[in-house]
């Protein structure tokens, strides 16, 4: 299975980018890992709603570069499903089944996904209702996804 993590901004803080890296040697062994990141699009102070859907669009369409029509895609999205970490890896594990190859996952910058990513993701998927920064969401994304297949694979997890 190729997991995509395609993703708006880079990361900057040295913490998250050593979680990201331990998690990504994690599941090497499981699957091939790719992290695409675009560009952000700096959102001005008190930006109107009319702007945020511009930069929202901008995103997108340097977003949409990288999916293909036979990917999966899952878009991380407060409006999601809510998935406790059995139900994730018996998703993964059912979608190989089916013949999936490659799952994208999508993280949007600060704003968000823009609504026509949306419309294209198979799935929308929520960690919580509360909002987190994307560069968090990253490492917490790759986390589940390494938790799934242990989990399918029916290895400890030590915590």
Do not use: W
């Not at 949409?64 to 059995?86: M, N, R, T």
Request: positive net charge; contains cysteine; charged residues 35%.
């Amino acid at each position: 299975m190729k997991i995509t993590v395609l993703c708006v901004g880079k990361i900057k803080e040295k913490y998250f980018t050593a979680g990201i890296a331990e998690y990504e040697k994690r599941l090497s062994r499981y699957c091939k890992l790719e992290i695409v990141e675009v560009a952000d699009e700096k959102t001005p102070d008190q930006a109107s709603e009319n702007e945020e859907r511009i930069i929202k669009a901008k995103e997108a369409e340097r977003l949409s570069k990288y999916i293909k029509d036979d990917s999966y895609v899952i878009a991380l999205a407060i409006e999601g499903k809510q998935l406790d970490s059995v139900e994730f890896s018996k998703k993964i594990e059912q979608l190989g089944i089916n013949g999936v190859s490659h799952i994208v996952f999508l993280i949007g910058g600060s704003l968000g996904l823009d609504t026509e990513l949306l419309k294209r993701a198979d799935m929308k998927l929520s960690f919580s209702k509360m909002t987190f920064p994307h560069q968090m969401m990253r490492m917490v994304l790759l986390e589940q996804v390494y938790r799934g297949y242990r989990i399918m694979k029916r290895e400890p997890y030590h915590k």
